[in-house]
């Protein structure tokens, strides 16, 4: 009976904060984000090719599309992400810890 509870009040707040949807979005930027990378990698290393100024400016375009979403649909909790950078930096040993 307490676990059937537990996993309905866990069910509810997830659906009250929205999380599927949150973790939709965040999973499309990190695969888009992901393969925009390789390509960028592809072109740099074609970057003689015939086609080159059109690949670039079709990533560029597609960077962009990205970005917005990046700054509409995903979650900006910007206390949780100063803690999250501040303990890569520690972990890295980089200047802005």
Same mark, same amino acid.
């Given at each position: 009976?307490?676990?059937?509870?537990?996993?309905?009040?866990?069910?509810?707040?997830?659906?009250?904060?929205?999380?599927?949807?949150?973790?939709?979005?965040?999973?499309?930027?990190?695969?888009?984000? /992901?393969? %925009?990378? !390789?390509?960028?990698?592809?072109?740099?290393?074609?970057?003689?090719?015939?086609?080159?100024?059109? #690949? $670039?400016?079709?990533?560029?375009?597609?960077?962009?599309?990205? /970005?917005? %979403?990046? !700054?509409?649909?995903?979650?900006?909790?910007?206390?949780?992400?100063?803690?999250?950078?501040?303990? #890569? $930096?520690?972990?890295?040993?980089?200047?802005?810890?």
């Amino acid at each position: 009976m307490l676990l059937s509870g537990s996993v309905a009040l866990v069910t509810a707040y997830s659906v009250a904060v929205n999380l599927d949807s949150m973790i939709r979005t965040m999973a499309k930027l990190h695969y888009s984000w /992901s393969q %925009l990378s !390789a390509e960028y990698t592809r072109l740099w290393n074609h970057t003689y090719s015939e086609d080159a100024e059109a #690949v $670039f400016d079709d990533l560029v375009r597609r960077e962009q599309i990205l /970005s917005e %979403l990046a !700054a509409t649909d995903a979650p900006n909790d910007q206390t949780r992400m100063a803690r999250w950078q501040d303990q #890569v $930096f520690q972990q890295y040993h980089l200047a802005g810890a």
